[in-house]
């Protein structure tokens, strides 16, 4: 199994910035996919950016421009730099993977999730 570990999570004020990170740990052979995704009290939990093994990255329309996602394989960690933060931003983010692990000859598909960080934007 994997285990996300998320870090940088806070208060801020409005125009301010954070990073989140979250680190891979366990039986990992690879790493395909890694994202995150953010849920508000009474808000479905929706996509914030992802990152593939190739480079491509998907952010939602309420990020692009402020958000910025990346990842460093050999340390297995995904980060979010978040600029110009709103109070909209407010929410529980989450730290999402996609991996594959070897059980003998036979590669396990695995959908991996943390137990998320609290951001708070507010004056």
């Known amino acids: 199994q994997v285990q996300l570990v998320e870090s940088g999570g806070g208060l801020v004020q409005p125009g301010g910035s954070l990073t989140l990170s979250c680190v891979a740990s366990g039986t990992i052979f690879t790493i395909n996919t890694m994202g995150w995704y953010r849920q508000a009290p009474g808000k479905q939990r929706e996509l914030v950016a992802t990152?593939?093994?190739?480079?491509?990255?998907n952010y939602a329309d309420s990020v692009k421009g402020r958000f910025t996602i990346s990842r460093d394989n050999a340390k297995k960690t995904v980060y979010l730099q978040m600029n110009s933060l709103k109070p909209g931003d407010t929410a529980v983010y989450l730290c999402?993977?996609?991996?594959?692990?070897?059980?003998?000859?036979?590669?396990?598909?695995?959908?991996?999730w943390g137990q998320g960080t609290q951001v708070t934007i507010s004056s």
């Open positions: 990152i593939t093994d190739s480079g491509s990255i």
């Open positions: 999402n993977v996609h991996s594959l692990s070897l059980d003998g000859i036979v590669p396990r598909s695995l959908d991996s």
